[in-house]
């Protein structure tokens, strides 16, 4: 058996041993287990206190609140196919045959569309602002000249064109202005705006046609003329004003420049 003398120094050696030991242990393995466990312990923190301002500013999801969404959102996709079709029913007046086309003849279309133009000329009282404005009724093209007709893949925009033209000359027919000056230039697509073929369901796009329309009217009977334009009736297509040129045109009367664009709802 070892002596006391020797037990004396194994028990201060084991004791030496576990003093020196547990700084060490704790220094290598639970110090970074305890730095760890605090960051983890903050994230936790900083997430609850996160969610609890979250759910405090905002509702919890529930099926009830879902259904009730889901209702709304049906709802207006029902409201904005019933107000594409309305603007769609307004279009439908730039649809007309009124050049004929579908007889797919461009001598007949050609003749059709200058007894339209002699006719909107009378309607719109053209030789009143004739001398003031010193233009055309409306734009001559190539395809009117002799021996020249239309081409027939041009007969849709040329038929629109005139229907757009006929439009306008009614609106104005009854207001105290003469028309000096009609032309519609070739459509374009607003930026975004979808495709007939990309639409879904009720959506729809929609084309613009732009305008430039030029009138003789009395000054004092201007706004009676504007609101003509600006608030057409609703058998007929949108139309938005972008532009008003006015100048002094003899006595108390004045020539009006208008940029319009025709909306054409598909």
């Not at 007889?103 to 569309?113: A, F, R, T």
């Not at 009854?174 to 519609?184: E, K, N, Q, Y």
């Amino acid at each position: 058996m070892p002596s006391a003398k020797t037990k004396r120094h194994l028990f201060n050696a084991l004791l030496a041993a576990i003093y020196i030991g547990v700084p060490i242990f704790a220094a290598t393995q639970l110090y970074p287990v305890l730095v760890s466990n605090r960051a983890d312990v903050a994230d936790l923190n900083k997430a609850e206190r996160i969610l609890g301002r979250w759910l405090h500013m905002t509702v919890i999801p529930t099926q009830t609140r879902i259904d009730t969404e889901q209702q709304y959102r049906d709802g207006m996709r029902g409201e904005y196919g019933r107000v594409i079709g309305y603007l769609r029913q307004r279009s439908s007046i730039l649809n007309r045959g009124l050049l004929d086309t579908y007889s797919g003849d461009p001598v007949h279309v050609k003749l059709k569309y200058q007894q339209l133009r002699q006719e909107l000329e009378q309607k719109g009282r053209y030789e009143q602002a004739r001398t003031a404005l010193r233009k055309p009724f409306m734009p001559v093209y190539e395809w009117e000249e002799p021996a020249r007709t239309p081409a027939r893949e041009d007969f849709e925009v040329i038929e629109k064109k005139a229907c757009i033209a006929e439009v306008l000359v009614s609106l104005l027919a009854r207001s105290p202005c003469a028309i000096g000056h009609l032309a519609v230039d070739d459509p374009f697509r607003p930026t975004g705006e979808p495709t007939h073929e990309e639409a879904e369901g009720a959506a729809g796009g929609y084309v613009v046609w732009p305008v430039t329309l030029e009138l003789l009217a009395p000054f004092r009977q201007l706004a009676l003329v504007l609101d003509k334009v600006a608030t057409p009736s609703a058998n007929g297509p949108c139309v938005i004003i972008h532009n008003l040129h006015l100048e002094a045109a003899g006595r108390e009367q004045v020539t009006v420049k208008l940029a319009l664009s025709v909306l054409d709802f598909e």
